[in-house]
């Protein structure tokens, strides 16, 4: 089955993905923020003005803006904060069908969270957004492999953390997109039992609904 191309039909171009379940990035992690790491740091106002030079100069170099302001960057915090900044531009250029832009975001937030794995390698948090990386460059070049990673990293994620709502759900998404269905049943329910309350909860109920869950 051959690829669509994007609606301006070049070649080269990253194909428009399917309408799939869209994972999320992990949620900012609820522990206390550590005074004097991050927050007033020279990194933290390094990325604030890079958010104030999108609005000066526009979205389209913000690939470049950040590449410059951030190539030095060692610190946790702040690689993690790259790459959310990365992945957030990212979705926006899918919402507006920018593939290119989107593609070239998404693989600047995987570098940013994979070097600040290389630095915590056992945060789930970090971990549940590197898998969600993957999953989107995955679909958007139509590639399972990525796909795949997606669900291995995902995987280690609940190695650390085994009960982790998101992570639960953001599987059970890309067992599906592999067509491993039942594998995706049991990711869900597993939200309904560790989190029945929650948002992920009635995300997954309605998953499990759509899917074939009882």
């Known amino acids: 089955m051959g690829k669509p191309l ?3 039909g070049r070649k080269n171009d990253p194909p428009r993905p ?4 869209r994972p999320g990035r992990a949620s900012p992690p609820s522990r206390p923020a550590r005074k004097g790491r991050f927050l007033g740091s020279k990194a933290f106002w390094r990325l604030a003005a890079v958010a104030g030079l999108i609005v000066l100069v526009g979205v389209p ?4 803006l950040m590449q410059g302001q951030f190539g030095g960057i060692a610190d946790f915090d702040s690689l993690v904060a790259q790459g959310n900044a990365y992945y957030d531009e990212a979705l926006r250029a899918q919402d507006r069908n920018d593939w290119n832009r989107a593609a070239q975001m998404f693989a600047g937030a995987a570098q940013a969270y994979e ?3 290389a630095l915590r390698p056992a945060d789930a948090d ?3 957004s590197l898998g969600t990386v ?3 460059q995955g679909q958007l070049e139509g590639n399972s492999s990525l ?3 997606a669900v291995q990293t995902w995987q280690e994620a609940l190695s650390y953390e085994p009960d982790r709502p998101q992570t639960l759900l953001n599987l059970g998404i890309g067992y599906i997109y592999l067509g491993r269905n039942e594998e995706a049943l049991v990711a869900w329910k597993r939200v309904l039992e560790v989190a029945p309350d929650s948002t992920y909860a009635r995300q997954a109920q309605d998953l499990l609904e759509k899917y074939g869950g009882k």
Not at 18 to 21: D, G, I, Q
Not at 61 to 64: G, H, Y
């Open 6 to 8: 994007n609606p301006k």
């Open 147 to 149: 796909v795949e990673r």
């Open 126 to 128: 970090v971990r549940t």
């Open 61 to 64: 170099v913000l690939a470049d």
């Open 18 to 21: 399917a309408r799939r379940e």
């Open 115 to 117: 070097r600040a794995l």
């Open 134 to 136: 993957y999953y989107y």
